[in-house]
């Protein structure tokens, strides 16, 4: 059977520590937490859980800090979790089960990683994350942010979840603050850098220069492909932002260029020719999504509704502007068993009803 070591890396989380850490003592075999700098009571909650607790000084490099917390690890297998994650216990069990099954020549285990959710709780965004990591193999954190490690050797994807809830706002200037200063240090930014720069310059409404880095990903040879595509849709919502129509809509189309269309691109479509008031050709790419492959693998970010609630209760929309009311009640009744509580499709439905009054 392996052994997992949970490392963290943690600094003023004493409102999600010990719920985080509750979660992880039910299968870790060790726990490892570095502090980059609490003044709260982050430090006396993770002793209550490890013995293991160290001090890091932070110096504005999230890989510097998860490779220190790594170092401290003496298990098989490192597992990286933030403060704010939580594993239900359904994933629990499968953790624990996947301890006494996991194949010997597997060096990297992928899970799936929940950060976005409805208002019923439903996960509404998700991507694979590399997980649990062979220690012996002696991968390490690039990055200063957006941290990642490449794979080294066989990859294992699995379908456990991991869930990101925050209950409060963090420094929402700390992430761009690291990559400027690592700009003005002269570092240049490597392809994968530069798409999460740019997100984060969108992030902070600065959509020019947001364009500007977008652009230089999609001309990059060495950027990985779902981060272009990604980019495309960044690139559509800056351009949007800035009032402008044509290259949004370029944007979106220029994803085509690296690979086969994805359900996300075609309702960001579909979206576009609707605000055009061109419902037909909205329902050409409403009905594209419905007909796109999801696959989670592909480590790209997913939306999960864009492979079909989205394009369904779209779909009831254009063809009730297309007069086809039929079709328009098909699509909302699909959506609805989908999303029986969604308030879209309840409103929808109420309406309908009321036409056979």
Request: proline share 2%; hydrophobic share 35%.
């Amino acid at each position: 059977m392996m052994t997992i070591s949970v490392c963290m890396i943690v600094k003023n989380e004493e409102d999600v520590l010990a719920r985080c850490l509750t979660c992880a003592s039910k299968f870790a075999d060790e726990i490892v937490i570095v502090d980059t700098g609490s003044d709260d009571s982050s430090k006396e909650i993770a002793k209550q859980f490890t013995d293991k607790v160290y001090d890091f000084e932070w110096i504005e490099d999230f890989s510097a800090a998860r490779n220190y917390s790594f170092s401290q690890a003496t298990q098989d297998f490192c597992m990286w979790l933030d403060a704010d994650d939580i594993i239900e216990d359904s994933e629990i069990e499968k953790i624990i089960a996947l301890k006494e099954t996991l194949p010997t020549d597997v060096n990297v285990v992928y899970m799936k990683y929940n950060t976005g959710f409805d208002e019923k709780g439903n996960v509404s965004f998700s991507f694979y994350r590399e997980r649990l990591i062979r220690r012996s193999c002696g991968m390490i954190w690039r990055g200063a942010v957006h941290e990642a490690i490449s794979s080294i050797g066989k990859r294992l994807y699995t379908e456990i979840a991991i869930s990101h809830r925050k209950l409060k706002s963090r420094d929402n200037t700390r992430n761009l603050r690291i990559y400027e200063s690592e700009i003005s240090k002269g570092h240049p930014l490597c392809a994968r850098d530069k798409f999460y720069y740019a997100r984060e310059l969108t992030y902070h409404n600065r959509y020019k220069e947001a364009t500007q880095v977008l652009e230089e990903v999609l001309d990059d040879p060495t950027a990985w492909i779902e981060n272009q595509i990604e980019a495309c849709r960044s690139l559509y919502i800056s351009y949007l932002k800035l009032n402008n129509r044509k290259k949004a809509l370029y944007s979106l189309l220029n994803s085509f260029e690296f690979d086969r269309p994805r359900a996300e691109i075609c309702c960001d479509l579909g979206s576009y020719f609707i605000e055009e008031k061109k419902y037909d050709t909205a329902v050409f790419w409403y009905e594209t999504a419905l007909s796109c492959e999801r696959n989670d693998q592909s480590g790209a970010f997913i939306l999960p509704d864009c492979y079909d609630f989205q394009p369904h209760l779209q779909l009831c929309v254009c063809y009730y502007r297309l007069n086809n009311i039929e079709k328009s009640i098909y699509h909302n009744e699909q959506a609805g068993k989908l999303k029986p509580e969604s308030q879209s499709y309840l409103h929808n439905k109420a309406f309908f009803d009321s036409l056979k009054h």
